[in-house]
């Protein structure tokens, strides 16, 4: 019954290393997104996904590289990790052409901790 | 630049008090909306205004969005424990799938 998943929640790993984040959903929307929520709670978009498509890149380090396989999954790939990269990252997914709404439906989160 | 100003950041009440959170722009958005976002969860919406004036009821919340599509506020009446967590109003503008989120206010409700 899990509308948004993400796989894992808690990920520990060393300065330098790379790493991949998972997001699924099953709700048929055709958008999705991934946010970064910095310790003071703020979330900020990085990348959102259109049917495969990347149609909101923010400023993001190019370290950072989302891919998505098809509209149900996408993944976020982070190479050479830094302390600051530490985080909570969500997932998240939509259905475009909701008019003005953009309701958007988040998954539990990624705790990411650079050591 | 932040578009969207959350008061209060925090808020602690008793059980059985009334509240309202406030959330400003300069800037107008087509859609406003409230999520609510518990410990080690992600943020769970809770209502889309899309209509200047408009106020919307969901059992003790009341959301209201300004007529100038800049501002929403969140009425909570007799707040409960159970009403504690982060809320967040995020706001789009035009027909962008971007959504720019405030700072959130921190709202715990004491038994």
């Known amino acids: 019954d899990t509308a948004v998943s993400q796989t894992p929640k808690y990920l520990v790993t060393q300065m330098g290393n790379d790493k991949s984040i998972k997001c699924e959903q099953n709700?048929?929307?055709?958008?999705m997104y991934w946010y970064k929520q910095d310790s003071k709670k703020f979330l900020k978009i990085m990348f959102s996904?259109?049917?495969?498509?990347?149609?909101i890149n923010e400023t993001v380090p190019n370290r950072f590289s989302p891919k998505s396989p098809d509209k149900a999954h996408l993944n976020l790939h982070i190479n050479s990790l830094e302390l600051g990269d530490s985080a909570v990252y969500f997932c998240?997914?939509?259905?475009?052409?909701?008019?003005?709404?953009?309701?958007?439906?988040f998954g539990p989160g990624t705790r990411l901790t650079v050591l | 630049t932040q578009l969207l100003e959350q008061s209060p950041q925090f808020l602690s009440i008793q059980e059985g008090e009334n509240l309202t959170v406030y959330c400003n722009s300069s800037?107008?958005?087509?859609?406003l909306q409230w999520y609510r976002q518990e410990p080690g969860e992600g943020p769970v919406l809770l209502v889309t205004?899309?209509?200047?004036?408009e106020v919307k009821k969901l059992k003790r919340l009341t959301f209201q969005f300004g007529d100038a599509r800049k501002d929403s506020s969140l009425h909570i009446t007799a707040a409960q424990p159970g009403d504690t967590g982060l809320y967040l109003c995020?706001?789009?503008?035009?027909?962008?799938?971007?959504?720019?989120f405030g700072k959130g206010t921190k709202l715990t409700v004491n038994p």
């Open positions: 998240a997914s939509s259905l475009r052409g909701s008019g003005r709404l953009n309701e958007q439906f």
């Open positions: 709700l048929g929307h055709d958008t």
């Open positions: 996904y259109n049917n495969k498509e990347l149609i």
């Open positions: 800037s107008v958005f087509s859609s």
């Open positions: 205004v899309v209509t200047g004036g």
């Open positions: 995020a706001g789009s503008q035009g027909g962008s799938e971007k959504l720019v």
